[in-house]
């Protein structure tokens, strides 16, 4: 069975730090996607990575895909209030199948 | 505004009772995912379909039920409801193969069973 372990569960921070989310499998995904979601909201996507070793940066954030494309991270620069919210990973394999990890809880204090 | 619909929005019902929800497809993707979401929880895949046909399926109980129509728009039946059974009703779609496994999400369906 395939699995997708996100870290931190939690993450509550002061407005103006960085922070880094893990996402880590066992399995090689043909491509990993972001979602942030909001309270009573579907999840939005933010990226798609596809090649090992891919940086993208959507202005305050940073993804990158490890270079085997089992694991990726998401770092958030000088984080604000308005980046609150449920950060969930999506590894998808061919065929349709993709996994979610738990998700993120990330909480910014102004 | 992501293009995926789903109806209602909330609904509140009763144990027993039997409801169904309501996902339209962004336009030109052929496939409908749902995935159940109960409180502070991640998502959990239930069942996925393409074209009208069932392609894969999750932690899906005997109790519910799913099928895509001809016009793409899907449905998922929740019958013998019971309080459990009270979670945020997600449909995705993504568009068909080659997929990137980029996944379009609604705003979701609220079901409060009392």
């Known amino acids: 069975t395939q699995l997708l372990e996100q870290s931190p569960q939690f993450l509550s921070i002061q407005e103006g730090e960085n922070l880094t989310v893990y996402c880590n499998s066992s399995?090689?995904?043909?491509?990993l996607q972001w979602y942030r979601q909001e309270p009573g909201e579907g999840p939005v996507l933010l990226v798609t990575?596809?090649?090992?070793?891919e940086v993208k940066k959507l202005k305050r954030l940073t993804f990158q895909f490890g270079d085997a494309r089992k694991d990726s991270s998401l770092h958030i620069t000088a984080a604000q209030p308005g980046d609150t919210g449920l950060y969930l990973c999506?590894?998808?394999?061919?065929?349709?199948?993709?996994?979610f990890g738990a998700g993120t809880r990330l909480f910014v204090k102004a | 505004d992501s293009g995926v619909t789903q109806t209602p929005k909330h609904l509140i019902t009763a144990t027993g009772q039997r409801v169904t929800l309501r996902c339209s497809p962004r336009?030109?993707?052929?496939?409908v995912y749902w995935y159940q979401q109960s409180l502070d929880q991640g998502l959990q895949f239930l069942i996925q379909?393409?074209?009208?046909?069932?392609?894969a399926k999750g932690n899906i109980l005997e109790r519910f039920s799913a099928q895509q129509f001809p016009d793409l728009h899907s449905e998922l039946n929740l019958s013998s409801l019971e309080l459990g059974d009270s979670a945020l009703y997600f449909c995705?779609?993504?568009?068909?193969?080659?997929?990137?496994?980029?996944?379009?999400f609604g705003e979701g369906s609220r079901l409060t069973v009392l």
């Open positions: 995705a779609s993504s568009e068909g193969a080659p997929n990137t496994g980029e996944l379009f």
């Open positions: 399995s090689v995904f043909s491509s």
């Open positions: 990575v596809v090649t090992g070793g």
């Open positions: 999506a590894g998808y394999s061919g065929g349709f199948k993709t996994i």
């Open positions: 336009s030109g993707d052929l496939s």
């Open positions: 379909y393409y074209n009208g046909e069932e392609r």
